[in-house]
């Protein structure tokens, strides 16, 4: 896959999605927090791929995570934007 991405110069797209596929599975719902997390879900839904859904999480993360005016509040926000990631049990 990442040999094929080189040559279609797309190499940190597939570098996310294929480490997405490493993990849980993003839209799975905790239980009692289905609402919340479906609310979530919606902001980064991609209407024609689970793949750039992916992506547009990511997307987001990296830009929470790179902008200065977040600068020591990282912590806080990502959890709180983006607790439908959090593992569950």
């Given at each position: ?35 919340q ?53």
């Amino acid at each position: 896959m990442l040999i094929e991405a080189k040559k279609e110069a797309c190499v940190n797209e597939i570098a996310v999605i294929a480490a997405a596929l490493s993990i849980q599975d993003p839209r799975e719902r905790p239980y009692d927090k289905t609402d919340q997390a479906s609310k979530a879900h919606v902001l980064f839904a991609h209407p024609e791929s689970d793949f750039l859904t992916y992506l547009n999480i990511w997307n987001r993360l990296s830009w929470i995570a790179g902008k200065s005016a977040f600068a020591g509040q990282t912590e806080k926000i990502l959890p709180r934007t983006f607790s439908f990631l959090q593992k569950n049990d």
